[in-house]
């Protein structure tokens, strides 16, 4: 039986292109960084291994005596083992050894997160470096605004705090000025009356100047708060503090309301004084008249005058005054 003979072919130079050359190349280049990585890993965990033999105190010398390492490289050769010895990642995986000591310190989440998103494997060196500083001053901006904005939130608690302890307090004062208003109007003895009207006055001051706190604090609470470009934080007023503000604004406008009503009547009884000494002719009877429209025109200027003063605590301290010449001139009568 003859045997056939089969030539032998063999591949043709032309058949091999500069893509296939290209793709063999980055094939071998892979194989290399993945190469240099498992080895600076590998020589990181010896490293680490002969650190916990050598006695305390003599690293530094045994490096230099065993090693053609610098102590910067041995503690990067350490901090790649430490950071990419367990980890199983292609993205990780492809770096060269510059790469991986340029993304040192981040967190494993975040090194997948960079390479996958800023394509480091083009990335020479300086490159790299200088985007991972951008990364960094980024995190550092928003770790600050993100810590103004939570200092700014507890500011703000704390004037919620204060808001409703002045609340309370100003409800305490206003039962109290209506407990001294009816014991001042029960009371039967000049002296008790006296110190009753001045504790009245007190209570009075005390209570416009929790009136003017409240109004401050209220306007702090509902100021614009900060802008942060993480999240808004915005402060809003319970509903309940609400109603009871509303509440209290209400009963402000009814005391208004009153003081008017008897600013009314006051100027009624006043007229008809007037109209009584116009009858009686006689020259007691005009000085009186003389003097008292002078009483009256002065201390409408005296109210006018009082009601222009922009400080509240003055203003009050002038009522209280006032207040207290009433009651003297009252007990004359």
Request: net charge negative; hydrophobic share 35%.
């Amino acid at each position: 039986m003859s045997k056939q003979i089969v030539k032998k072919t063999e591949t043709n130079i032309t058949d091999r292109t500069p893509q296939l050359i290209a793709a063999e190349i980055r094939s071998i280049d892979t194989q290399v960084k993945e190469m240099v990585l498992h080895g600076s890993i590998n020589i990181g965990k010896k490293l680490i291994e002969a650190k916990t033999l050598v006695a305390h105190g003599e690293w530094g010398k045994w490096v230099v005596a065993n090693l053609e390492y610098s102590h910067s490289q041995v503690n990067n050769f350490m901090r790649i083992a430490e950071e990419y010895g367990s980890v199983n990642s292609q993205a990780l995986g492809n770096l060269s050894f510059t790469q991986a000591v340029a993304l040192l310190g981040m967190p494993t989440e975040d090194k997948e997160a960079f390479v996958e998103s800023n394509n480091v494997e083009n990335m020479s060196t300086r490159e790299l470096q200088k985007a991972v500083k951008e990364k960094q001053e980024l995190e550092r901006k928003l770790n600050e605004e993100q810590a103004k904005a939570e200092q700014e939130k507890k500011q703000r608690e704390a004037v919620f705090e204060q808001y409703q302890t002045e609340l309370s307090l100003r409800k305490s004062q206003e039962q109290q000025i209506n407990d001294l208003q009816q014991a001042v109007a029960s009371s039967k003895d000049d002296k008790t009356a006296i110190k009753l009207k001045d504790d009245l006055k007190s209570s009075k001051e005390a209570h416009a100047v929790s009136i003017k706190r409240i109004k401050e604090l209220e306007d702090q609470l509902n100021a614009k708060p900060i802008d942060v470009p993480v999240k808004e934080i915005v402060e809003v007023i319970p509903e309940e503090t609400q109603k009871e503000l509303d509440s209290l604004r209400k009963r402000e406008q009814e005391l208004e309301l009153k003081a008017k009503q008897q600013e009314e009547a006051t100027a009624k009884q006043i007229s008809e004084m007037k109209e009584l000494l116009e009858k009686n002719n006689n020259t007691a009877a005009i000085k009186v008249k003389v003097c008292f429209d002078t009483l009256v025109s002065n201390f409408k200027e005296l109210l006018s005058a009082v009601a222009e003063v922009s400080n509240e605590e003055e203003k009050v301290k002038f009522q209280g005054a006032m207040s207290k010449l009433c009651d003297k001139m009252k007990e004359q009568l």
